[in-house]
Each structure stands twice: as C-alpha cells, then as structure tokens.
C-alpha cells in the first residue's frame, strides 16, 4: 500500500471526494493556485477548475458564512481556515448558524460542510499558531469535531467528513503533518513513510465518525488521548513501562463514549491527556464521563495532563507542551495513588 | 492647521428627542421621476450619485411619473396593494395577539410594507431570499400560507418549526425564504454564498440579501460586500434603511459615509438609493437588480429609504428615546396610502373599495388566525412535543443526545 504524509492523504481526501462529486468545493486562504500554506490543497485548482477549489478574501466569517449558503444551496463546501488560531472571527458562522441550520429550520435547510484547520502546538509557533480550541468547538449543539492522529485516518475521516450531512469541525494536528512526534524534540522527527499508520489505500474508503481506536493494547491505566498526544501518551507507557491502554479518540463529538467505558472498566484508572489549555478543556468532559459511567470500577482520581492555563508561549514550548516526562509522571501517580 | 489643543470625542445624535419637533428638513428628497435609469450593463463608476439620490416613481399627486415607471399593470398594482394591506392586518392582529398572551413575541413592518411586497414580484421562482426579521411582506407576496406563519408565531402543534424557533423567525425553501436566525448580519454573506454556488453550478437562480441599518455595522455586512465583489456573486444586497436599530438612530451605523448605499461605491457595487415607500420604484429598482443579477453582470447594492413606524418589536416602547409624532413627519408619507391614491388617481381603485378591502383583508386574517389558534398557542391547547426537542440537531441523533431523551423522558 502506498505510503503518504498526513498532508498527502488529507490532499488524496479532497482529490478522491471532488473527483466523486461535483458538489464538493475547496476553497480558503492561499488555498487555489498556491495549493495552501501546508500545500494540503496542491494540484486541485489545476485538476478540477477554479470554479471548484479557489482563493478566498482574508475573511475567516466570509469563507464559513459563504461555505454556509453554499450548502444551503445544496453543494458540499470543504473550507479552510489557515490556522485554528485565527477562527475565532468566524465563531458567529460556526456556532450560531452552521450547527444550528438544520434544527432552526426544522430541515428545511442543512448546513453539510467541512471546516479544516491546522491546530496544535510543538512547532515554535507562538501564541496564533499552536492554539487547541476543540473544547470550544465541542461544547456547541449540531457541531461534529473531528481530531485524526494519523495519514490514514485523517484521509477516511476527511473523506466521511465531507460526505457527512451535517458540519464538521475538522482539526488537523500540524505536528503530524509530515510525521509522528512523541514529544521527544530534541530528536530526529521519522518521516509516515516509516510508519505504518502511513500506510493510506488508493481512492475511496471511509472511517465511521464518532469511533475511537485502539492504539496500545494495555491492562493497566487508560489513557484517552487524541492528535499529537497519541503518541506522547505511547511514548509514556514505553518509557515507564505501565501497560497502559492508549485510546485514540478521534471524534470529539460525538464521542465513541463504550469504547471508553469498556476500557476503563477493564483498567480501573484513567488519564486524560491533551494540548488545550486544562480549566474546562475537553478532559473536563472525559474525567466526568468516566466518573459518571466507571465511578465503581475507579480504583484511582482521574488524572488530567494538559497545556497549562496560560497562552501558548514561544520561547518556553516545551515547558508549556505536556510531553512523555509530564504524561509519565501522571501515569505513575495514578498506578500509585 | 487648526490648534491641536485637547482632543474631544464625537458621538452623533439624531436630531430630535422625545418631546422635540419631529424635523426631517435635513433630509432632501429628489423629485419623482428625477433619477435615470441607466442600462443594467452601465459601468458601476458613472452612476455613483445614483448612491446618493432617491429614486422615486410615485409625485404628490399619486401620479407615476419618469423612467423607473410602467412596469406594473394595474392588477399587479391592485395585487401589491392587497399583500400590503394583508401584511398590515396580519402585523396588527399578531401584535394584538402577543398583549393578550397568545405567544411571547412580535415584531411589526408598519411603514415598511412596500419594501419586501413589492422585492418579492421582481423575483423568480426558485430565487432565493435570506431575509432579515423584518421581510415577511416576501413571504405574504408570494402566497405563503399565513395558517402557517401564524402557527409559527403560536409555537404551537402545527408548528412547521416544531417550536424550536422565537416567533417571526420563518423558514421556507419552497418560498425562497431563507431560515431566519437571532444573529444580526449573519444571513448577509451567506446569501453571497448561495449566489456563488448558483454560479458555480450554472444555474440561473439568484440570491437576494437583506439587512437593517444598524446591521451594516456587523462585520459580515462588510464581508459580504468584499465577496460579492470579488466573485462577481448574482446578489442584490438589500438595506432596508429605516432610519431605527432599535433606539439608536441611523447615524451611528452610517457614521460620516452620506449613505448606506454608498457604502457599495468602495467595493465597485453599483449601488442605488429607492424610495422605500413607493412600491412602484422598490418594484423598479429590484427588477433592475435582479436583472443584473441574471445576466451576470453581478451584485447590485440597494438602500431602501423607510422609515420603522412601530415599535422595535413587543419588547420595544419608542416613545422613550424619539418623539411621538416623528412617523406623522416623514416625509415620504405611508407605503399603503400613496399606492391606494395612486390606484384611485388611475381610475382602477375608489375609497369605497379599500374600504370593502380592508375589511374582506381583516376577515381572511381572522379566519386563519382562528384556524392557527385551533392548533394551539404559546401557552394553551397543542404544542409541538418534547421528542421534537432532541431532533434535528443532527441528520442522526447521536448516542448523547439520545440518552439525554431518555432521561428527559420521552
């Protein structure tokens, strides 16, 4: 099977989907002739038109509220914002009609689209373009947040993204864009061509939203990780040597809640682990989901490992970026506690 | 160089207050028939005073006068007059309605009748509007059945809504009306975006979008302007300039820019002022816009001078922040009136008739607000059902929100 990067596969995902259908429109920033600042949309305009994949004004609410009444039109946009940082001026588009169209109206209207964006931190990026806004995203009726660790999942999980009735928030880890990072920074980065998770079929295929994956096999701890945290929390495990269960969720919302419980109630102790900012980040929702539905089986608190409550600074990334060292730490205490 | 002593800040303020004289001296109003009317193709930089004029068709004398007139036959005309008048009564009944406790809301067109009427009959079917919540006229002229808006006001079991919605805030594809949203500004970009998607499917539908005065000063009237722009989108952009955002007046959204309409000159929008009270020029303008629009020719940005004569809404008491009589002193008088005098003065319409009109309107009003009020109100009879609730928030309800169903207990 060919190997990609996640840029490759998430590229092959819009390929493949406007290549089915003639609804599916690309367009953003920088994205049409230059093929975008990640080169994510590379080759499209020239394949299919500049009717089907075309730049856009520096205008995050005008790409999404456009996006918006094409799909009430009837077409299936696919839009980018440059960076999760800089979505905020379409918050309004996002929040207040996308997720709410289809249940204002009664389905009289439907909103299917697709909002990409790079997120995350661990590249020197500084506070506007290391930003983890899920929790904002996840938090609002009728959205669908989607976080893929992996090329061949961002390319299946795109591709039932766009196909989709419904809008999706499409987060794209820009860490793993070109390959896997565990937090160890301070090594060399392997390209997805050595990994197996780089491994992306040829043309069509699809993975379900709203199901999480399995990525280390593990009695234990649970560790519920999404992104780039996948393979920190597995470079945990290794390095302490807990069997730790590393669950990559992959949707947000809706969330793949048995998979979760089923593990946890195997475990009976679980760490949640990510990027975001910790006070009312997304762990906030896991730790009290697992309260709620494994509290018997807990034989330990559930312990949160995330970016501390401050902007993303530059200077000190990896005090600020929860790598292996602070995820083992979490992980033994709660083997301990 | 004037002395730079101590900066001081600029608030403006309208001319008048409560207790004042209602003065509208400062506004000129050009003759009717005054204005071209140039070729849909005309190059937007030679008619940029057209921003900052009012095209008018109907004179004093109820007399349509100029090159904006002729388009409408007489029965045309009468219909207009009848969607007005039924928007009127509706708005009155639906007002009465919400003071005796049947729903929770309302929010009258008074005076602004003429403006969504009369847009609706130069559209075609299949044309879509993304109206703001004052634009029902669009609905009602297009034969919207108003059990129906009715029953949407009511929130009750026959809710096409499913009670989801705060009255007034309709949803119909089928009448080209766009689901309405609390969010101000919002409708206007994407109204340019279904414009792109007609022209990037090569369809031959166009798009018309609507704002308020006060909205212009949102962020996505702004965005709208530079896409429609840039993509050359089948658009008309509607402002409906009622001279009101709530209680402030139009000069703090305007601020120094002369008019609305001219907000469109920066943007390379041929942009055009109408007499919002004169459903012959609304009429006139909007087939021009339209036409444009059709022929590809682009977006066309359009002000709709008006004046808001009600309240803001039912939750609004005017009284407390511009003077009582301020409606009595605009000076482009009442929609309904002067297309009436106009009808009267062509020999196809009598006092006697409007009476008669007035009163089969207010009949047919009645009986289906009768028929709405069968399916419940707010607070008696039908309502829709809690399941309608947890749906529709997704196209498949998710797990989370259908244990949340169960615990509701439905």
């Known amino acids: ?337 | 160089m004037a002395d730079a002593g101590m900066l001081r800040f600029h608030v403006p303020e309208p001319e008048v207050r409560p207790g004042g004289t209602p003065d509208f001296s400062n506004v000129t109003i050009p003759k009717a028939g005054s204005v071209p009317r140039p070729e849909i193709d005309v190059d937007p930089r030679t008619i940029r005073d057209m921003a900052f004029s009012i095209i008018r068709v109907l004179n004093r004398a109820g007399e349509a006068v100029g090159p904006w007139a002729g388009l409408l036959s007489d029965q045309e005309l009468l219909e207009g007059l009848r969607h007005m008048m039924t928007l009127r009564t509706f708005d009155a009944r639906m007002q009465m309605a919400q003071r005796q406790g049947k729903t929770s809301f309302y929010m009258q067109h008074l005076g602004e009748e003429a403006v969504s009427c009369a847009f609706r009959k130069a559209l075609q079917p299949g044309d879509m509007n993304f109206p703001t919540y004052r634009q029902a006229g669009l609905l009602i002229a297009d034969g919207y059945p108003m059990v129906s808006m009715m029953n949407q006001i009511y929130s009750n079991e026959a809710d096409p809504l499913k009670g989801r919605q705060l009255p007034v805030m309709y949803s119909s594809k089928e009448h080209g009306f766009f689901s309405i949203s609390g969010n101000l500004a919002t409708q206007y970009i994407q109204a340019v975006g279904w414009a792109m998607a007609s022209a990037i499917s090569n369809d031959s539908r166009i798009a018309a979008a609507w704002i308020g005065d006060g909205s212009t000063a949102e962020s996505d009237f702004h965005a709208a302007l530079v896409f429609a722009s840039t993509y050359k989108a089948p658009v008309v952009l509607n402002v409906v300039n009622n001279q009101w955002a709530i209680s402030t007046f139009q000069g703090i959204a305007r601020g120094g820019s002369g008019t609305f309409a001219a907000r469109g000159l920066g943007f390379g929008i041929p942009s055009l002022r109408v007499d919002g009270n004169d459903y012959l020029a609304v009429h006139a303008v909007a087939k021009w816009a339209v036409e444009r629009a059709r022929a590809n020719l682009g977006p066309t940005l359009v002000e709709y001078v008006t004046y808001r004569v009600g309240a803001h809404s039912t939750s609004d008491d005017p009284s407390a922040y511009r003077p009582k009589a301020e409606s009595d002193a605009w000076p482009l008088g009442d929609p309904v009136i002067r297309l009436k005098n106009h009808l009267i003065q062509k020999g196809v319409w009598s006092e006697d008739r409007h009476t008669q009109a007035e009163a089969e309107i207010l009949e047919t009003v009645i009986a289906a607000q009768k028929e709405a009020e069968g399916h419940g109100t707010l607070h008696a009879g039908g309502k829709p059902s809690t399941r309608d609730m947890f749906e529709g928030v997704y196209a498949e309800m998710p797990p989370h929100l259908r244990r949340q169903r169960q615990q509701a207990g439905v």
């Open chain 1, 1 to 337: 099977m060919p190997r990609r990067t996640m840029i490759e596969a998430i590229r092959d995902a819009m390929d493949v989907s406007m290549g089915r259908d003639n609804k599916v429109i690309v367009y953003g920033e920088d994205v049409g002739f230059f093929g975008g600042v990640f080169r994510a949309t590379q080759g499209l305009q020239a394949k299919y038109g500049k009717s089907r994949c075309f730049d856009a004004p520096i205008s995050e609410s005008g790409i999404v509220g456009s996006a918006i009444g094409m799909a009430a039109y009837g077409l299936k946009p696919c839009v980018e914002v440059q960076f999760a940082d800089y979505v905020y001026p379409a918050y309004d588009q996002i929040v207040s009609e996308a997720a709410r169209l289809r249940y204002r109206s009664n389905g009289d209207f439907t909103c299917p689209i697709v909002v990409r964006m790079p997120t995350g931190g661990g590249i020197f990026g500084g506070q506007t373009h290391s930003q983890s806004p899920e929790a904002l995203f996840t938090h609002v009726s009728g959205l669908k947040v989607i976080v893929p660790s992996n090329p061949h999942d961002a390319k299946g999980l795109l591709i039932a993204a766009i196909e989709d009735p419904d809008p999706v928030i499409f987060l794209e880890p820009k860490r793993l864009y070109n390959g896997p990072f565990d937090g160890h920074h301070d090594k060399p980065v392997t390209p997805w061509s050595k990994h197996e998770l780089g491994e992306v079929a040829d043309g069509h295929y699809t993975i379900p939203l709203g199901k999480a994956a399995i990525r280390r096999q593990g009695s234990a701890v649970t560790v519920l990780a999404y992104g780039t945290m996948v393979y920190v929390a597995q470079a945990a495990a290794e390095e302490t040597g807990i069997d730790a269960e590393v669950i990559d969720l992959r949707t947000l919302l809706p969330l793949d809640l048995d998979t979760i419980v089923a593990s946890v109630k195997k475990t009976g102790r679980c760490v949640v682990v990510h990027e975001a900012t910790l006070t009312s980040g997304f762990g906030a929702e896991l730790v009290s989901l697992v309260q709620e539905n494994c509290f018997y089986h807990l034989e330990a608190p559930v312990a949160r490992v995330a970016g501390w409550d401050t902007p993303y600074p530059h200077a000190q990334e990896w005090d600020y970026f929860p790598g292996p060292a602070r995820v083992g730490r979490v992980l033994l205490e709660t083997l301990e506690a």
